[in-house]
């Protein structure tokens, strides 16, 4: 799985971090990531790989 995968889920993150368009990025807008989501990573891809909107809004209606 490369980096432009959801660590949790496996689909495509669509993460824009690392581009000139990153300022753009769902995720940067997103807030703080709940911990608790967060520890769902494992953690060979953690700070490596960015975690979807779909698992993000997920977690967030759990």
């Given at each position: ?17 690392g581009t000139v368009e990153q ?40």
């Open positions: 799985m490369t980096t432009d995968h959801c660590p949790i889920c496996g689909e495509q993150n669509k993460c824009l971090v300022s753009n990025c769902w995720c940067i807008n997103a807030g703080k990531f709940p911990d608790k989501l967060l520890e769902l990573v494992p953690a060979e891809s953690r700070g490596k790989k960015c975690i979807c909107r779909k698992c993000v809004d997920t977690y967030k209606e759990v």
